[in-house]
C-alpha cells in the first residue's frame, strides 16, 4: 500500500513556467514533509520542508503549499530552469523529534524544463 | 561543515557474493545515521537507522544488515547477496532530537550479476 502518492509520474513544462508538483497521503498522522531533488546518479537533496501546522511555506522560487483537510500538498517550482530538471520527491513523516525519524517516500515525478 | 562519504563509488557483484558499504560523517557529533534503497527509477526505502553507537534498528528485511561501530560511521552489509539486492544505496543523517531534516550522502551503486 502506497502511503504517499505523487502525481503527474512526469511533467514537462517550459522555461521560465511554473511547475506544479502534486503529492497527497493517506496517514493523518503524518506531520512533516521534505520534498528532495534528485539528480541522475546523484542522492537526493533536501530543497524544503513544511509541518502540518503550516498551509504555505516558501523559500527562494519552490513553495508548497499543504492542505491538512484533504491530506494533499503541491511544490511550485516558479520560472522552472533547465537545470530544474530533475526528479523530485515528497516524503511523509508521523515521527518528528522522535527516536527514528522514519521517512516514507512517494513515487516522484521526473520534472523536465525545456528551454 | 559537515560532510557525508559513502565508498565505494559502485561495486559490481557476483550472486552469492558478501557485501560490505560504508558511510562516513564528518563535522557532526552523534548524528542519526540512516540507510536507504533505491531501485533503478524507484522510490527511496528506508531500511535501517541508528541513533547512537552500537545500535541498529531495521525497518525492512531485505537479507541485509547494518552496524554502528563509531560514531561516525555506518556499515550496510551482507553474507550472500541476491540479485534483487542491485539498486543504489544511499546512507543519510540527520541531527538528533527535534531536527527531522535527513541530508543524504553520494551514494553507492550495486550490480549483483
Redesign the interface.
Known sequence: QQQVRQSPQSLTVWEGETAILNCSYENSAFDYFPWYQQFPGEGPALLIAIRSVSDKKEDGGFTIFFNKREKNLSLHIKDSQPGDSATYFCAASDDYGGSGNKLIFGTGTLLSVKP | AQTIHQWPVAEIKAVGSPLSLGCTIKGKSSP?L?WYWQATG?????LF?S?TVGQV?S?VQLNLSASRPKDDQFILSTEKLLLSHSGFY?C?W?LG???????????T?LTVL
Open positions: 542519526n540512516y524507484g522510490t527511496l526505502q528506508q537507522y541513533i534498528e525497518v544511499l543519510a540527520s532530537g527535534n531536527y527531522a531534516e535527513q541530508f543524504f550522502g553520494p551514494g551503486r
